[in-house]
């Protein structure tokens, strides 16, 4: 079970392992990894959690105040579009890709017979978002623009992928995704870049402009564009690679080693494109964002013509979960901050975390982030499931049905969680939280954009319903809920199992419902739907770890899975103030500090309520 964590032997959230410190990704990576797969990566993880503590840490920081800065022009008045970085950023790059959060899930490591799965991508950028979400972004979209190249390229590509997926950060590329433009937002069909073949230079070039793009000098830019006759909307739709240097200047990509070797490119080394300026955002200011204007940039087409919109879909999918895991990160580290200040803050002769409001809160932070981050990373398992099977040349169709309605609501829930915990955070912190020189500030700023990359709460409740209605994915879903609920049997979670298996009758109801109603009326439902469809799986989920746990001896995730229940599900009269129930007094030490707890106490607890 380990020792209970004491937070008050910490100042602050930096200078700490936060793989050791973090006993929720800890347990749900043993359940989701072969045994084999958690062994080796066990320490790698260790020390990844050790340097992102200490010195992305310190980086982020750093960046966030000094962040990267464009160079439009040269001297003589050249367009350059010269993107100039902090030493410190340069020095999170290195140590976040040589330690193999992209490479180790596309490319065997040197001591492994084949590449670890996307999950293992996704729990180290789950760590690095503890420090730094902003970087993350990059991170993430490279190892989408690999995801897509080893999926759809016929090989012409390779030397990108390969770039992509180093291990050697002077052989590395990353990867970015252009799609939004002005007219068009969310709606990506609307689209007007367009792509046409130049015979004379061999390859396509693109014109038009890209709003809000995001690592906007990778050299793996993925970007959507129109060919010539091609139908509107997104059937027409075709995916280029679009280099930030022009291809014809050497026989390879510009990697990071080039950069550093070489400096800059002149003007005339650059791809056709301007970029207008960086957008001066709110948070996330390690990762530039900015205008491009293609201005007949040369680009490679991905895969087959009019495919476009479907490649976007399969990166798309890994970028929502990518921003899932950044969200439980920063979920983490708001946590831990919390924890640590009211472990040590005195108000009126008691440390803070001595009184019933404050024992609430952080118990309550902490069920969130521990429903949070099982419910990312038992997605994270689906998908990197389907990923290995089409790898060795199967469909795995209900596990892809599974994930496509499971992977929108991660995004949706955890984002929005994000921002009202790292908000929370800062109240903990009192005044000193609301200023640059305490890191809620900036987790508050950085989480703020997440409920709007990779699509809105809106949109993506939309794609819920896409799911339900063209995959399926309703009777995947089903099998997956009574599976759980059918393995629990412990009289400590009894009660709450009831409850669950009740809401899930009355969720089913909602899916008949709604699919003999109008469009407009499944439209305006597809919120609450969405939701509805976290709380229950998530429950379901957490009541079978639990049951689990309480079988090895260990009863603390039973009160997590009673508690989240309860908060979520329960329907409580007068809302739980006539009833008694003293949970977070009783748990507090259980649940906040992970002191250990054995099953027989919460049978007496069971019997005591």
């Known amino acids: 079970m380990g020792s209970a964590l004491d937070y008050s032997k910490f100042e602050e959230g930096r200078g700490v392992n936060y793989w050791k410190l973090d006993r929720a990704i800890r347990r749900e990576l043993r359940r989701i990894y072969t045994d084999e797969e958690f062994e080796w990566a066990e320490p790698r993880l260790t020390a990844f959690g050790e340097v992102v503590g200490h010195t992305i840490a310190d980086n982020a920081d750093y960046v966030d105040d000094h962040g990267p800065e464009l160079e ?67 991170v993430a979209m490279t190892a989408g623009a690999a995801l897509v190249l080893e999926k759809f390229d016929d090989g012409s590509l390779a030397a990108y992928y390969e770039a992509l997926t180093s291990r050697d950060y002077e052989g590395l590329i990353e990867g970015a995704m252009f799609l939004t433009e002005k007219q068009g937002g969310s709606d990506v069909g609307a689209a007007e870049t367009l792509a046409e073949y130049d015979d004379e230079a061999d390859c396509w070039r693109l014109t038009g402009e890209k709003w809000f793009c995001s690592n906007i000098d990778a050299e793996g830019t993925l970007a959507l564009a129109r060919t010539p006759d091609a139908p509107e909307g997104t059937d027409g739709l075709s995916m280029f690679l679009v280099p930030h240097a022009d291809p014809d200047r050497s026989d390879g990509p510009w990697t990071k080693g080039d950069r550093l070797e070489d400096g800059p490119l002149s003007p005339g080394e650059v791809n056709d494109q301007r ?164 890191v809620t500030n900036r987790l ?96 379901a989920l957490l009541l079978e770890e639990a049951q689990i746990e309480i079988e090895d001896g260990d009863g603390r995730l039973a009160l997590v899975a009673n508690r989240f229940v309860t908060n979520e599900l329960e329907k409580r009269e007068a809302r739980g103030m006539t009833g008694g129930d003293r949970f977070v007094l009783e748990a507090f030490d259980a649940v906040v500090h992970h002191e250990p707890t054995d099953y027989e106490s919460l049978l007496d607890r069971q019997e005591e309520v």
Request: glycine letters at 6%.
């Open 72 to 138: 439009s022009y040269d001297k003589h008045g050249e367009v350059q579009n010269r993107v100039r970085y902090p030493a410190e950023l340069l020095e999170t790059e290195r140590l976040a890709y040589e330690h193999g959060i992209v490479a180790d899930a596309f490319e065997t490591p040197p001591d492994r017979d084949e590449p670890m799965p996307l999950s293992h991508n996704l729990a180290m950028q789950y760590l690095l978002s503890y420090a730094d979400p902003g970087f993350d972004c990059p």
């Open 275 to 438: 970029y207008r300026r960086l957008k001066d955002k709110l948070g996330t200011i390690s990762v530039p964002t900015g205008a491009v204007e293609f201005g007949g940039a040369k680009a490679s087409l991905v895969g087959e013509e009019e495919r476009g919109f479907e490649q976007m879909t399969e990166m798309l999918n890994l970028e929502r979960l990518s921003n899932a895991a950044a969200s439980c990160g920063i979920i983490a580290r708001a946590l831990l901050e919390s924890k640590i200040h009211a472990a040590n803050r005195e108000a009126f002769g008691e440390t803070i975390d001595q009184y019933p409001l404050m024992r609430e809160d952080l118990v309550d932070m902490t069920v969130d982030h521990e429903a949070a981050t099982a419910y990312v990373f038992e997605v994270a398992r689906l998908f990197s499931e389907r990923e290995r099977a089409e790898r060795a040349g199967d469909t795995a169709d209900d596990t892809y049905r599974l994930m496509r309605l499971l992977i929108p609501i991660a995004k949706l829930r955890t984002a929005r969680m994000a921002v009202d915990t790292a908000s929370y955070a800062m109240e903990v912190q009192g005044g000193n939280g609301y200023v640059n020189d305490f």
């Open 444 to 539: 508050l700023r950085d989480a703020q954009v997440l409920p709007i990359w990779e699509g809105t709460e809106n949109i993506l409740s939309l794609d819920v319903l896409r799911a339900l209605e063209r995959e399926d994915a309703h009777e995947p879903f089903r099998a997956a809920v009574e599976e759980r609920l059918e393995s629990v049997s412990h009289p400590a979670l009894e009660d709450a199992a009831e409850t669950v298996e009740a809401e899930f009758r009355d969720l089913e109801t909602a899916l008949v419902t709604l699919a003999g109603e109008d469009a407009e009326y499944a439209q305006l439902s597809a919120k609450r739907l969405s939701h509805y469809v976290f709380d229950v799986f998530t429950a």
